[in-house]
């Protein structure tokens, strides 16, 4: 089964408009990390942000911000003012508490192209 | 503080042969993983090494191997190498093996066979 769910393969957002990438997860351990990175074409996966699951609060980092519903399992990523430099692949993943497999799962990724 | 670092960028093999990448993990970073990541199979975990041990191995054949040295810089190494080989190969470093501990990644090495 999937664990990490992103939806949309691609989208598109005019500069300086906020956008909202989706992602919902599966998991039944209580502990477990959500990240978002994103992936120019260069091919480098920069770390954008971090939620994990006994946060109360929403992460935000910056443009980037986090959605967290944690009943609704689901970590949206939403990128406020977007620029041009934000034209890239988005990935969600989770990292899972329990055992000893520490792996990062991942979602397909979300195509952003970001329009001028 | 520099980042991950990966060597080479980009490497061309052919079938048959083997090949080594390597990776220099954040200075104090201790944990060191790898991904491949393909256009059909997505990102896909190879190994992760902790204090020079091998914590964790995804779903590859044996051709794919790798270590962790003792200053925690690591490298795999894939023998026999088949076309399907072909990928983006990541490298990732975080500081511990806490479920909360961010993963940050070089800039990867693009490996092509013929």
């Known amino acids: 089964a999937q664990k990490i769910t992103q939806t949309q393969p691609g989208m598109f957002v005019q500069e300086k408009e906020a956008v909202t990438l989706d992602c919902t997860y599966d998991?039944?351990?209580?502990?477990?990390?959500l990240f978002w990175y994103k992936q120019p074409s260069s091919g480098e996966m920069i770390f954008l942000i971090y939620?994990?699951?006994?946060d109360q609060q929403n992460a935000t980092e910056g443009r980037y911000s986090l959605n967290f519903q944690k009943a609704r399992k689901s970590a949206n990523l939403v990128i406020s003012a977007s620029q041009l430099g934000d034209s890239a692949m988005y990935f969600c993943?989770?990292?899972?508490?329990?055992?000893?497999?520490?792996?990062?799962?991942w979602g397909l990724g979300t195509s952003l192209a970001v329009n001028p | 503080k520099a980042g991950v670092t990966q060597t080479p960028r980009y490497l061309i093999k052919t079938r048959g042969q083997q090949v080594t990448l390597s990776c220099s993990p954040i200075?104090?970073?201790?944990?060191v993983s790898w991904y491949q990541q393909t256009p059909g199979q997505g990102l896909q975990f190879l190994f992760e090494?902790?204090?020079?041990?091998?914590?964790n191995k995804g779903n590859f054949p044996g051709r794919f191997s790798g270590r962790q040295f003792s200053n925690s810089r690591s490298e795999m190494n894939v023998s026999t190498l088949e076309l399907g080989d072909s990928a983006l190969y990541l490298c990732?470093?975080?500081?511990?093996?806490?479920?909360?501990?961010?993963?940050?990644f070089g800039n990867g090495t693009r490996l092509t066979v013929t």
């Open positions: 200075s104090g970073h201790r944990s």
């Open positions: 998991t039944s351990d209580p502990s477990y990390g």
């Open positions: 990732a470093s975080s500081l511990g093996r806490a479920y909360n501990s961010p993963l940050h």
């Open positions: 090494y902790f204090s020079e041990t091998q914590r």
């Open positions: 993943a989770m990292r899972e508490g329990g055992g000893n497999n520490r792996k990062l799962i």
């Open positions: 939620q994990g699951s006994y």
